[in-house]
């Protein structure tokens, strides 16, 4: 099994960044790629980014050009800085594997607000 734990949220201004890191620990041999998703209170969660084992990125069209995915393979470790904050970007970040099949795990989770 993989276990995923995330870090790095927290409350940023409109405009600001923040770096989310996922550090991934068990039987990371078996992981083809990584990927982001968010839920915002009262909405379903929604995919927002994911990276392949070839590092072939793909971004929601809400995040393209602001978020960048990346990962250390090294360290079996994925990132994913949000530059360009939103207001709309406030939700609990968590990572998991990707493209995400049903009964993949996901980590615990990390708050991000973007408010003044």
């Known amino acids: 099994q993989v276990q995923l734990v995330e870090s790095g949220g927290g409350l940023v201004q409109p405009g600001g960044s923040l770096r989310l890191s996922c550090a991934a620990s068990g039987s990371v041999f078996t992981i083809s790629g990584m990927g982001w998703y968010r839920q915002a209170p009262g909405k379903q969660r929604e995919w927002v980014a994911g990276i392949t084992r070839g590092s072939s990125v793909n971004y929601a069209d809400s995040v393209k050009g602001r978020f960048i995915i990346s990962r250390d393979s090294a360290k079996n470790t994925v990132y994913l800085q949000m530059n360009s904050l939103k207001p709309e970007d406030t939700a609990v970040y968590y990572c998991?594997?990707?493209?995400?099949?049903?009964?993949?795990?996901w980590g615990q989770g990390t708050q991000v607000t973007v408010s003044s």
């Open positions: 998991t594997i990707y493209p995400r099949l049903s009964g993949d795990p």
